[in-house]
């Protein structure tokens, strides 16, 4: 009953290094999702997938890229973290084309 | 662009006491609103509402939705100490692309012993 599973859930990184948020999903959902969510400012979607094989730019996807390696995994990578990239990400999926989401429980990362 | 506005952000209310929490919104077009609840982790769903006027309840939780005057509502009655939580609301668009939710700033309700 593992639903969406997020790795690692704690990171700490230095400004210009580079990390992989990964998510997995066993819930055989199309669409996959990525959002950052920091203080007072609720969750902003930074990527999203709705199907294999594709992605697509939410509202804040610069210094992030994502692969969606196959129907159950969507990764997050942060090339070359900056400060303004401290913040918790919750990866997410869905079986329609939003609707009811279903999140994983968060990486929070923090870039000194 | 869509917008999301929730209000208040912040309440701190008694153990016992009904709450009602405010979401108004802004959809070039609209297909669903959702509401969450977010303890320490994960949002967890509460409901989805796609048409006006019908009151969507789970036990002292409830929602309703007016699309004329583009929001939601979301009551707690008799609340308990474990009803404290951010409490999202999240809108979809149904135009083109599965394009997530946009979210507003959740309110942080408290509820005191």
């Known amino acids: 009953n593992a639903g969406v599973t997020q790795t690692p859930k704690f990171q700490v990184l230095k400004t210009g290094q580079s990390m992989t948020l990964q998510c997995a999903q066993d819930?055989?959902?199309?669409?996959m999702y990525w959002y950052r969510q920091d203080p007072g400012m609720g969750l902003r979607l930074i990527y999203y997938?709705?199907?294999?094989?594709?992605?697509d730019k939410g509202e804040v996807p610069n210094g992030y890229n994502v692969s969606r390696l196959n129907k159950r995994e969507f990764s997050l990578r942060l090339e070359s973290a900056a400060p303004s990239q401290t913040s918790v990400y919750f990866c997410?999926?869905?079986?329609?084309?939003?609707?009811?989401?279903?999140f994983g429980e968060g990486s929070r990362l923090t870039v000194l | 662009e869509d917008k999301v506005v929730q209000s208040p952000l912040s309440l701190v209310v008694h153990e016992g006491d009904t709450v009602t929490l405010n979401c108004s919104y802004e959809?070039?077009?609209?297909?669903?609103l959702l509401w969450y609840k977010q303890e320490k982790k994960a949002p967890t769903f509460l409901f989805m509402l796609t048409s006006s006027g019908i009151e969507k309840k789970s036990g002292r939780l409830s929602s309703i939705l007016d699309k004329k005057e583009l929001f939601s509502i979301l009551n707690i009655t008799a609340t308990q100490t474990g009803d404290s939580a951010v409490y999202l609301c999240?809108?979809?668009?149904?135009?083109?692309?599965?394009?997530?939710?946009?979210f507003g700033k959740g309110t942080h309700l408290i509820i005191q012993p």
């Open positions: 999240a809108v979809e668009d149904s135009g083109g692309g599965a394009d997530g939710l946009t």
């Open positions: 959809v070039t077009n609209f297909r669903s």
């Open positions: 819930m055989n959902h199309n669409s």
């Open positions: 997410a999926s869905s079986n329609l084309r939003a609707g009811e989401l279903f």
């Open positions: 997938s709705a199907s294999e094989g594709t992605t």
